[in-house]
């Protein structure tokens, strides 16, 4: 079992930034892949960003973006790998939402939310403009 607790969600305002992490525990492995989902009310859960394990690290080349955040979202992980941040920056009102982060075990950065095995309770972010 995976458990994935996030934290730093919050209101600010609009062109401002938000740092979010999320902490890993318990049967937790360095090659799985983590990711942000994001979800408004009566709309679907979407992809946000994703990082994989690859090649030895989880460097920045490693990571995948929806094109919504592309060039203002920037995930890492940290923590041999037990903690994953999503740098969000140059807010929008259309960023609000409640974010959920995930794990996949087999280790591919997807978009897709039935690969990820694992969840957060989510962390509500709200942009006001």
């Known amino acids: 079992q995976v458990q994935l607790v996030e934290s730093g969600g919050g209101l600010v305002q609009a062109g401002g930034s938000l740092r979010l992490s999320c902490a890993a525990s318990?049967?937790?492995?360095?090659?799985?892949?983590m990711g942000w989902f994001r979800q408004v009310p009566g709309k679907e859960r979407e992809f946000v960003a994703a990082i994989s394990w690859s090649g030895g690290s989880w460097s920045a080349g490693n990571a995948i973006y929806a094109d919504s955040v592309k060039g203002r979202f920037a995930i890492s992980r940290v923590n041999a790998g037990n903690t994953v941040s999503l740098q969000m920056n140059s807010l929008k009102a259309e960023d609000t939402a409640v974010y959920y982060c995930?794990?996949?075990?087999?280790?591919?950065?997807?978009?897709?939310?039935?690969?990820?095995?694992?969840w957060g309770q989510g962390t509500q972010v709200t942009v006001s403009s």
């Open positions: 318990g049967r937790t492995f360095r090659s799985y892949a």
């Open positions: 995930a794990a996949n075990l087999d280790g591919a950065a997807n978009t897709r939310l039935d690969d990820y095995d694992y």
